[in-house]
C-alpha cells in the first residue's frame, strides 16, 4: 500500500512569509506526528495527533507554528513569520499504535532566505 | 524524561564485514519499545528493527540483529555482511508504552560501507 506522502519535497521562502507543509499518512493510521530535523541532529518531537484533536503540542517551539488535522487524515503544519531559523527538514510519520513503530514520509526541505 | 544517546558519529566498515552500532538510554518505565531507523541520503527514515522491553530475545531481521540489554539500558545494532546499500545515518530510538507518544531519537551514527 502507499507509505506517508509529504508535499512539497522543498519549499525555498523569504524570511517573514507564511508556508504550509502538508503530510497524507497511511490509510487508517489514527496517529500523526510532526518532527524537525536540523541538519546532523536526530528528529526532534513538534507535534502529534490522536484522530482530528493534538494530543501533545509540546515540541512547538513557538506560537508561530500550528497544525492542524481536521477529519483526522490529512495534517497541515503552518508557519507564520518564518525565519531563517526555521530552515530544516519536517519530516511526518504515522502509526497505528505505539509499539509498531511510526512510518516516515520523504519530509519536506524548508529552506528560508 | 527519556534519553536516547549514540556515542559514535561517524564510522566505517568494508563490505561483507560486519558492525556494531552502539545506544545507550536512560528511561525510568519498565515497557517500552527500541527501534533502529535507517536514514539514506534520500533522507526517507526506514524502520530497521524494533524491540520490546519485555522481551528477553534479541530482535533480528535478516542480516540486522540487535543486543538488548535492559539492566544496562543498552541496545546495540549488529550488521552482518554489511552491503554498499546500507550506508546511511542511522538513529536510535525510545517510545514509551504509555500510549501514541511520540519517538526520542539520538543523534545518529553515519555508516559508510566500504567497496
Known amino acids: 500500500g502507499a507509505g506517508v506522502s509529504q508535499t512539497p519535497s522543498n519549499k525555498v521562502t523569504e524570511k517573514g512569509k507564511y508556508v504550509e507543509l502538508r503530510c497524507d499518512p497511511i490509510s487508517g493510521h489514527t496517529a500523526l506526528y510532526w518532527y524537525r530535523q536540523s541538519l546532523g541532529q536526530g528528529p526532534e518531537f513538534l507535534i502529534y495527533?490522536?484522530?482530528?484533536?493534538?494530543?501533545?503540542d509540546s515540541g512547538l517551539p513557538n506560537d508561530r507554528f500550528f497544525a492542524v488535522r481536521p477529519e483526522g487524515s490529512v495534517s497541515t503544519l503552518k508557519i507564520q513569520r518564518t525565519e531563517r531559523g526555521d530552515s530544516a527538514v519536517y519530516l511526518c510519520?504515522?502509526?497505528?499504535?505505539?509499539?509498531?513503530?511510526?512510518?516516515f514520509g520523504p519530509g519536506t526541505r524548508l529552506t528560508v532566505l | 524524561a527519556q534519553t536516547v544517546t549514540q556515542s559514535q558519529p561517524e564510522m566505517s566498515v568494508q563490505e561483507a564485514e560486519t558492525v556494531t552500532l552502539s545506544c545507550t538510554y536512560d528511561?525510568?518505565?519498565?515497557?517500552?519499545?527500541l527501534f533502529w531507523y535507517k536514514q539514506p541520503p534520500s533522507r526517507q527514515m526506514i524502520l530497521v528493527i524494533r524491540q520490546e522491553a519485555y522481551k528477553q530475545q534479541n530482535a533480528t531481521e535478516n542480516r540486522f540483529s540487535v543486543n538488548f540489554q535492559k539492566a544496562a539500558k543498552s541496545f546495540s545494532l549488529k550488521i552482518s555482511d554489511s552491503q554498499l546499500g546500507d550506508t546511511a545515518m542511522y538513529f536510535c530510538a525510545f517510545i514509551s508504552n504509555s500510549g501514541n507518544t511520540p519517538l526520542v531519537f539520538g543523534k545518529g551514527t553515519r555508516l559508510s560501507v566500504i567497496a
Open positions: 528511561t525510568s518505565e519498565n515497557n517500552y519499545y
Open positions: 510519520a504515522s502509526s497505528p499504535q505505539a509499539g509498531m513503530g511510526q512510518y
Open positions: 495527533f490522536q484522530g482530528t484533536g493534538a494530543a501533545d
